[in-house]
């Protein structure tokens, strides 16, 4: 017998990821390193636990076995215990036969026996590719409160960005009357945040009904929610006013991180009253010689600092060697940038080597065509030769050989 919850969370964290292009080749988009210490999937996964939701899911398809291996048994964050914790949950095979999660509703819909196991009162969706640390029981409150079959968390966005997201037009009491995918007029500048709370038996009821469509996409945004406006079921919008950024792009993964350099905006990760949980690795303290020079940079346990950081983000056991000079970048673990090299305006993959003297990306000053411009990525393992320029908006997943001399 498994004990009865009110509230159970699903985090999605299957996706592919392709928008992050060589960051994702060979690691689920939600085990991508974030912000010096963690991975994006902390970021749910803790929110989860300073909610009080002591029992998630993680739905895994694509590349899973780093995820897998990271998430453990979850007693990082406190998941490890008996009457709930964190489960992976991939596809699998059924006696009638089995596929692949089809989408964000299918994969919900897939795992069934697994929500029906806690008999929930309701169920949080959860997407995993987001930074933002926002309290979920707050949100059950109004879903509560409004007895609500859905709660979807909205946040403003700038009416020019308005068009790029899924708008939600509500009644002035919350209550959703509209859904807009994109609108190229947008009506109103609240964005679905991708997290939704709904009550169990509902969303049993529609993800029942999607499965049985032939036609559906087996998408939440697309399907689920449509479906649930048209047949006349309580919505209602939740406002979140604090930090929020889906990281699914290059662009938006390095600009996150650099906002953790930005005392201006409000993603504090050492609030104690908000703990962001992640399993760390073991490492002597940081090394940075006399000869060095760091400003406004976070470097974490392990790095050997003896060239210079301006504006950049050091992930554990990181190397920078004399004369080197890394700007405005991310540099992720294990890599080395070695003597005299550049990186500006740059991600640089696990245990990369960037050689001596190479120049990796470029500033947005120093391109003529700023459609040219953007963060350069080096990929997981790649070495960049001795004197190897990378220009400015590349992705690369094969060594680059040395400058000829």
């Known amino acids: 017998m498994f004990p009865k919850k009110e509230c159970i969370a699903m985090l999605l964290a299957g996706g592919q990821g392709s928008r992050l292009y060589t960051l994702t080749k060979n690691v689920a988009k939600p085990a991508v390193p974030f912000g010096g210490k963690y991975r994006i999937i902390d970021f749910p996964l803790s929110n989860c636990v300073n909610s009080g939701i002591d029992t998630v899911g993680v ?95 909205v946040i403003e966005v700038p009416w020019e960005e308005a068009s790029r997201f899924g708008i939600l037009n509500c009644h002035e009491d919350g209550s959703i009357y509209e859904f807009d995918e994109k609108p190229k007029n947008p009506k109103s500048n609240k964005a679905s945040m991708g997290i939704y709370i709904f009550t169990w038996e509902k969303l049993r009821q529609y993800l029942e009904m999607d499965e049985l469509d032939k036609d559906s996409s087996n998408d939440f945004g697309k399907n689920i929610l449509p479906a649930m406006l048209n047949a006349g ?13 889906d990281v699914g792009t290059i662009d938006s993964l390095w600009e996150a991180n650099m906002d953790l350099l930005d005392p201006r905006v409000p993603l504090d990760l050492s609030d104690p009253s908000w703990h962001i949980y992640t399993r760390s690795p073991s490492m002597p303290p940081h090394y940075i010689s006399k000869d060095a020079a760091c400003q406004n940079s976070l470097i974490a346990e ?80 790649v070495e960049v030769g001795a004197g190897a320029i990378v220009a400015a908006k590349a992705m690369i997943d094969e060594d680059v050989p040395a400058a000829k001399q």
């Open 302 to 381: 392990g790095c050997t600092i003896e060239g210079s950081l301006e504006f950049a983000v050091l992930f554990a056991g990181v190397t920078v060697e004399k004369g080197a000079r890394v700007t405005d970048s991310i540099i992720m673990p294990g890599a080395t940038i070695k003597a005299g090299a550049t990186v500006q305006y740059a991600i640089v993959a696990e245990d990369a080597v960037i050689g001596e003297g190479a120049v990796v990306g470029q500033r947005p000053e120093n391109v003529e065509n700023k459609d040219e411009w953007g963060i350069a990525v080096i990929g997981n393992g």
């Open 233 to 245: 079921e309580t919505m209602v919008a939740w406002e979140f006013d604090g930090y929020w950024k």
């Open 59 to 153: 739905l895994t398809q694509y590349i899973p076995l780093v995820l897998n291996d990271y998430i453990g048994t979850g007693s990082a964050w406190d998941l490890d215990t008996m009457n709930g914790g964190v489960h992976v949950l991939p596809p699998y095979q059924r006696a009638k036969g089995g596929d692949w999660y089809k989408g964000t509703a299918n994969a919900i819909y897939q795992n069934i026996p697994f929500m029906e196991r806690y008999d929930p009162e309701y169920v949080v969706i959860l997407s995993g590719d987001h930074i933002y640390k926002m309290d979920y029981s707050e949100m059950l409150d109004a879903h509560k409160k409004a007895n609500a079959a859905c709660t979807i968390a």
